[in-house]
């Protein structure tokens, strides 16, 4: 395990955590996996604290508590293909997992004593190399972000310094071209 220093709004306190990662390389195909874990806790509150209630910031200064970007586990993998890999047209498709464990949520009596639920997203992708003779090449892409359209709270707002609900991004498609010179 690795320790580190995080200064925010609380007194600045160890965060420990581990990563995992794999990858391989070879000819059409890439592939890797991560996973981390990770543990972040902090005490008093040093700026900002009339944003606080008073009976919130006198259980922090006793206690130890979550911080709010305290996410448990994160774990991603994917995998991509090259067609015509050594050609002027090669065409890539890949795929992506990305799986977390929720941040952090307060409870009526523990500042960000709770953890939201974990959730998971699949993302792919197909780029289309293109010689159209113009500079150093074109690529078309399509993306498609969050294909299971998975409702996801990354924060509900009742953290600690969090104010407002955060949702991640809904399905998404996008398109792109990409013109090098």
């Known amino acids: 395990m690795r320790r580190l220093w995080l200064a925010t709004s609380i007194t600045p306190v160890p965060v420990y955590g581990a990563v995992l990662t794999i990858s391989y390389d070879q000819g059409p195909w890439s592939i890797y996996g991560n996973a ?10 040093i700026s900002a604290q ?12 006793q206690n130890y508590i979550h911080l709010d970007h305290d996410q448990t586990w994160t774990a991603s993998a994917g995998a991509a293909y090259t067609f015509n890999q050594g050609t002027k047209y090669p065409t890539r498709v890949s795929a992506d997992l990305l799986v977390q464990s929720g941040l952090r949520a307060s409870t009526p009596t523990v500042p960000n004593g709770a953890s939201l639920p974990e959730y998971a997203t699949v993302n792919a992708s197909i780029v289309q190399k293109l010689d159209l003779g113009i500079g150093q090449g074109t690529e078309l892409r399509l993306d ?3 294909i299971g359209d998975a409702v ?9 310094g969090v104010g407002a609900p955060q949702f991640g991004i809904r399905r998404a498609i996008l398109a792109g071209l990409t013109q090098r010179f």
Request: net charge positive.
């Open 50 to 61: 009339f944003n606080f209630a008073p009976d919130k910031l006198a259980y922090i200064a």
């Open 152 to 160: 996801y709270e990354i924060r509900n707002g009742t953290g600690v």
């Open 36 to 45: 981390a874990y990770g543990r972040a806790v902090g005490t008093h509150i």
């Open 144 to 146: 498609v972000l969050n």
